[in-house]
């Protein structure tokens, strides 16, 4: 198990890691976590699946929740993720479901038949 206290990268580590790799090079945690859950809690509600509806529902739900964002290049971004998974699935799911019913109300396009 690494320990999680000690994130410092050695400078060795970029060297490893070659120029193509940016510092820059961050995800969002939160987002990874709303794709996880985006798809089943969408089908489970009978709300419109189509890539409008499933892009607005996504920005909004994110939009609801604060951004966690994590360096690639620190090397434990799964663990990150795991941790987040733990905390934050609640607020998540609350987020999208909330996102589903706003959207589902009012799609952006005319309502299916
Ligand atoms: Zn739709």
């Known amino acids: 198990m690494p320990d ?3 994130v410092s990268v050695s400078s060795d ?3 490893k890691m070659g120029e193509d790799v940016k510092i820059s090079d961050v995800q969002n945690v ?3 976590l709303v794709e996880e859950h985006l ?3 969408m089908e ?3 709300v419109c699946t189509c890539d ?3 892009a607005d529902i996504k920005a909004l739900a994110l939009n609801k929740l604060p951004a966690r964002y ?3 290049l620190e090397g434990n971004l799964i663990t990150r993720v795991d941790n987040m998974r733990r905390q934050a699935s609640t607020d998540v799911i609350a987020a999208i479901m909330e996102a589903v019913n706003t ?3 009012n799609p952006r396009h005319e309502p299916r038949k």
């Open 30 to 32: 939160m987002e990874t």
């Open 4 to 6: 999680e206290r000690n």
């Open 44 to 46: 489970g509600s009978g």
């Open 39 to 41: 798809d089943k809690i």
């Open 13 to 15: 580590f970029y060297e």
């Open 70 to 72: 994590a360096s690639r």
């Open 52 to 54: 409008y509806c499933r």
């Open 103 to 105: 959207v589902g109300t």
